[in-house]
């Protein structure tokens, strides 16, 4: 009760424990007088209408855990998709994975494909066997004419579950033969000999389907 216009203490600590609460008394009550220096404005005394801050601090809480778990469910997403894909990824200006590739291209490459990457003379037209010959990976070939997935799948699983019907090629799918990573490094090193202006309309290719 009061004594001499002032609360007495025990009062005093119940107002100021339910002011921390964010619990309003309605008039008449503890939070609904003035003490002196501590009015509705101080004091962190909840206003009619909005949560205390108790709430307001679960509601924080509550919006940084569901950004926290979009942006986890976006990772996850983002890992799967790229488990999917499988393909490593070609890039022409690392050193590393470049001179991996030359090694790997002349080892296994260059005998049909040329040491230049030049392909096999007259590549456009049929040998008497029926079959295609080897063509060229410089400029001058269709190789850059396919997105990084197409070229990726066309070496590890062979050239027909990508070429139109009734092509026919001597190049066998490379599948347990050389890596993920050996064949990711020969395509970069392959793609590191175009010009500039090639690399960029390749770079521009979205996934797609084989269509030479």
């Known amino acids: 009760m ?4 002032r609360w007495s203490k025990r009062r005093w600590a119940r107002a100021e424990r339910r002011v921390e609460e964010g619990v309003e008394e309605g008039a008449g ?3 609904g007088e003035r003490a002196e220096g501590h009015g509705r404005c101080g004091g962190g005394a909840a206003r009619p209408g909005l949560p205390g801050p108790r709430r307001q601090d679960g509601a924080v809480r509550a919006g940084w855990l569901a950004a926290i778990g979009a942006v986890a469910a976006a ?4 890992l799967w998709w790229s488990g999917r894909s499988g393909a490593p990824r070609i890039d022409p200006d690392d050193a590393r994975r470049v001179t991996l590739g030359r090694t790997v291209y002349a080892a296994q490459c260059a005998s049909c494909h040329g040491a230049q990457l030049e392909g096999q003379p007259d590549w456009r037209t049929r040998l008497p066997g029926g079959r295609m010959p080897a063509p060229p990976h410089d400029a001058s070939g269709h190789t850059w004419h396919h997105p990084d997935e197409v070229l990726f799948g066309i070496v590890k699983e062979g050239v ?3 070429a139109p019907p009734g092509y026919q090629s001597d190049m066998p799918a ?3 033969v050389l890596s993920d990573e050996e064949i990711g490094a020969v395509l970069s090193y ?6 500039a202006e090639i690399r960029r309309r ?11």
Do not use: F
Not at 202 to 212: E, M, N
């Open 174 to 176: 490379y599948a347990g």
């Open 29 to 31: 009550g503890a939070a």
């Open 190 to 195: 392959i793609k590191s000999t175009w010009p």
């Open 75 to 78: 990772v996850a997403l983002g």
């Open 160 to 162: 027909q579950k990508y």
């Open 2 to 5: 009061k004594t001499n216009g």
């Open 202 to 212: 390749h770079d521009a290719l979205g996934p797609r389907s084989h269509a030479d």
